[in-house]
């Protein structure tokens, strides 16, 4: 067998890739002799090209040595062997001493320019709020948290997670926008480490917020953080306020005796439960809470007013033309539209809505009531209900159980989910638990086809909910959205050829896919995650604000409510807000707005008014609806 040669470009390049696999002294060697190859050279040209060269040939490789010495700072000393070599030592020397400092310079200066990259450092600050956790619901959470910090100097907001700190600044910057006159800083590192708490400096912030990740195991990992914040703060005087949230309610005792006396910890999936139920009951009111919730309009505050004790609670809601109330805070309980008569104690606050917390003052505006514009007729009572529930996930039992609490005898809710999602004994599970007439019944299907959905008699549906399934484990967390969206463009197309709009509630994951959703303009969207991090922003600021809004969006007790226009004001008289105001309290009831017919299509708002001024006039239609904190 005849061996092939190899061309010796191709030796020689092995050759030379095997050498410098011996480390830094073959490169060193390497680099010596690629420099020699060049220097050498170039300094007998010069040499030779000199007029005034020297006559003799050892004068001249004297002249070539000394030029050469020179250009690579070995020394360039003639005469005698040791002479040379003794000048060659001290110049090595002096290299190795000034390469070895400029090495631990640049070492040091590159370990800490990573250092700060990889966010390692210490944040000094005061009254910061702490971010723990990244999920989607950071970029809420911080949006709010600048928007509330808009007329504050030297605000901060501090995100730890364990990512890139780049990575975080840039995604941050990108969603949340213009960060006004709030400092973010962001540091990396694992949430339930107590060694990497301190990088936050938690022991003097003003509050810490921990948010679930988008992973299954993401309660688990809220009660880790939970802990680890606790030992890191061991031993501190005082400990800010802590905000989290859980999605399982078996995981939220554990996380509230890890936040300790004082922490607030949600329940994300019960409270998406409870907004969709209302907004399926209700069309237009998942409206009503973006506004309540976020920053940027009217926001709950509460407030103390010494004039005002002693008297009765329903003078109160005359009592204020550019705020409304609500309630009172007895303590640590909330009294939200107490009865009229209920006398102030001295020690209650008010729970009021307004633009901010200095647009809070008395003026009353009793004498703006126009009660000849009064309705006094009964309210519009209550009815049976059609529920139709597409798709399953962990929210489908809370919701089906938050939709029997209030069920009237007589109502039905249609379950449409594939076998993998949803089986009969789960459901036949819920419905044992009902405990009412409620109607429960289960269609296997896939609602993503065609077909399933028009053997559905859809426009006999009082309310339509559309659920995307839980992720598995490897998916992207918002993958339920895309089955979600193509069951939405089914819908669509059965609106339009029958030319009727069907009411429908949609649960989606990611924000973004908002304005994909192929729904009517001002439908009922809700985004959970979202969702909980407003509700998050809100307590970090008040934390008595949190049994507030655990009883406004609960099944009982009294919570926001759309009811129609004419059951306050005769349809098509023209009156003042206040007399709106005083005739919800005849009905036991605190209005706080309204939403417009009118202006139902047309955005940002559509339609609806939080907060108006007590003066403001306009003409009420049948189809107008009131916004009123009450009673079912």
Request: charged share 25%.
């Amino acid at each position: 067998m005849t061996q092939r040669r190899t061309p010796f470009g191709d030796r020689a390049r092995y050759w030379f890739d095997s050498t410098l696999t011996r480390g830094a002294a073959a490169l060193v060697g390497w680099m010596a002799l690629l420099c020699l190859a060049v220097v050498v050279p170039a300094s007998a040209v010069l040499v030779w090209t000199d007029p005034d060269v020297p006559a003799s040939l050892a004068d001249r490789l004297a002249e070539v040595w000394r030029l050469t010495g020179e250009t690579l700072r070995l020394g360039g000393a003639t005469g005698t062997p040791l002479r040379a070599m003794m000048s060659v030592l001290l110049a090595l020397v002096t290299l190795l001493y000034v390469s070895t400092l400029v090495g631990l310079i640049t070492t040091a200066l590159t370990e800490r320019l990573t250092a700060l990259r990889r966010g390692r450092s210490t944040v000094l600050e005061q009254g910061h709020a702490v971010v723990l956790g990244w999920s989607e619901q950071v970029f809420t959470v911080v949006s709010e948290l600048v928007a509330a910090n808009a007329n504050q100097r030297g605000a901060a907001v501090v995100v730890l997670a364990d990512r890139d700190k780049t990575v975080m600044e840039e995604a941050l910057s990108t969603k949340v926008g213009s960060f006004g006159r709030t400092r973010l800083i962001c540091r990396s590192g694992p949430t339930t480490d107590p060694t990497v708490l301190p990088l936050t400096s938690p022991a003097t912030a003003g509050v810490v917020l921990v948010l679930p990740h988008d992973e299954p195991d993401a309660d688990a990992e809220v009660v880790k953080t939970l802990l680890a914040l606790k030992a890191a703060l061991a031993g501190e005087e005082g400990r800010p306020p802590v905000v989290a949230a859980v999605r399982d309610d078996r995981y939220r005792l554990a996380a509230c005796l890890a936040a300790g006396p004082g922490g607030v910890v949600l329940e994300s999936d019960t409270v998406t439960a409870r907004l969709i139920v209302q907004a399926a009951r209700r069309p237009g009111i998942s409206l009503v809470h973006q506004e309540l919730l976020d920053f940027a309009g009217d926001e709950f505050y509460l407030t103390s007013e010494p004039s005002l004790i002693g008297r009765p609670f329903g003078d109160a809601l005359l009592s204020y033309s550019a705020s409304s109330v609500v309630g009172l805070m007895r303590g640590d309980s909330p009294l939200l539209n107490p009865p009229p008569e209920t006398p102030i104690a001295a020690d209650d606050l008010l729970v009021v809505i307004s633009r901010d917390d200095d647009t809070v003052w008395l003026d009353g505006c009793a004498e703006l009531v126009e009660e000849a514009a009064m309705a006094s007729g009964p309210s519009t009572p209550a009815r049976t209900e059609r529920i139709l529930l597409l798709g399953w996930n962990r929210r489908a039992p809370l919701i089906i159980d938050q939709l029997r609490r209030r069920a009237r005898p007589g109502s039905v809710v249609d379950v449409v989910a594939d076998r993998g999602e949803a089986t009969a004994r789960q459901v036949r599970e819920v419905d044992a638990h009902s405990g009412t007439g409620l109607d429960l019944t289960l269609h296997h299907g896939d609602v993503t086809r065609p077909d399933t959905l028009r053997r559905l008699d859809v426009h006999s549906y009082d309310s339509v909910i559309v659920l995307g399934r839980d992720p598995l484990p490897g998916q992207p967390p918002d993958d339920p959205d895309n089955r979600t969206l193509v069951t939405l463009l089914l819908l669509r197309q059965l609106e339009e050829a029958t030319g009727r709009e069907l009411p429908v509630v949609t649960e989606l994951i990611d924000d973004r896919n908002r304005a994909l959703a192929p729904i009517s303009p001002g439908a009922d969207v809700i985004i959970s995650g979202k969702l909980i991090g407003l509700l998050l922003a809100q307590i970090s600021q008040s934390r008595h604000l949190a049994a507030v809004f655990e009883e406004l969006f609960s099944a009982e007790g009294s919570g926001v409510r759309l009811r129609p226009a004419p059951d306050y004001v005769l349809p098509g008289s023209e009156t003042t807000f206040a007399t709106v105001v005083a005739a919800a309290r005849q009905r036991g009831e605190c209005a706080i707005g309204y939403r417009s017919h009118d202006g139902s299509s047309t955005s940002p708002g559509y339609g609806v008014r939080i907060n108006p001024p007590k003066g403001e006039r306009r003409r009420w239609t049948v189809e107008d609806e009131v916004v009123v904190v009450g009673r079912d």
